[in-house]
């Protein structure tokens, strides 16, 4: 059981936009700390999609967007590619634990 | 270019140790705080282990506490987890995870293979 909670799938045709929720709580996302987002490809190493809530690293397509809101935050991404199909986590810090907390991650099927 | 590079995985019998490394380059390895997160075999993402940049604070995830230990030589550019008393659930791939912006993980090694198995 995962401290941050996200769907397990979601899908959508090429072009389309979807979503990814991530929930969390007081002891973290809802004591303001930042919220970021993975991108998983088969077979290899998490890459860094979404820091700070909402600011992309340096290569990162302006497609993907995140955003943060009370115990909440969401990964839009717009215009979908083949590509994009990957398990995408979030990820923030918990005061409880004293170290960061993911989301079970979602597994994205383009269709 | 960053590049985090881990060695030292393997296979070991359930009550065995085992050290991993992980060798950094590309940045000032010795300013930066590091993690270990692993991910079992088709599973999500474990936050393991944080070490900050003059190991002044250690943190662990309650699942290895008391097992595990993280440690860093700034002068070698290096990070550790010393691993003992493995169990089966211990098996998966462990990552070295460079902290960055935000506490965001900025930067992760290829990962390193971890068995427990008899």
């Known amino acids: 059981q995962s401290v941050l909670t996200q769907p397990p799938s979601v899908s959508g045709a090429p072009g389309q936009r979807v979503t990814i929720s991530c929930t969390g709580s007081?002891?973290?996302?809802?004591?303001?700390?930042?919220v970021h987002w993975y991108q998983q490809l088969p077979g290899t190493a998490p890459k860094l999609l979404i820091y700070g809530n909402r600011d992309r690293p340096s290569g990162v397509p302006d497609r993907f967007s995140g955003s943060k809101s009370g115990t909440s935050a969401s990964l839009a991404i717009t215009g979908l590619q083949a590509e994009d199909e990957a398990d995408y986590y979030c990820q923030s810090y918990d005061s409880n634990l004293s170290g960061w907390v993911f989301g079970g991650g979602t597994k994205l099927t383009v269709l | 270019e960053v590049q985090l590079v881990e060695s030292g995985g393997g296979l070991v019998k359930p009550g065995g140790s085992l050290r991993l490394s992980c060798g950094a380059s590309g940045f000032i390895f010795s300013t930066h705080s590091m993690n270990w997160v692993r991910q079992a075999p088709g599973k999500g993402l474990e936050w393991v282990s944080s070490i900050t940049s003059t190991s002044g604070y250690i943190y662990y995830g309650d699942s290895v506490k008391g097992r595990f230990t993280i440690s860093r030589d700034n002068a070698e550019n290096s990070l550790y987890l010393q691993m003992n008393s493995l169990r089966a659930e211990d098996t998966a791939i462990y990552y070295c995870v460079r902290v960055g912006n935000y506490g965001s993980g900025t930067n992760w090694g290829p990962g390193t293979l971890v068995t427990v198995s008899a």
């Open positions: 007081s002891s973290n996302i809802g004591a303001d700390y930042d």
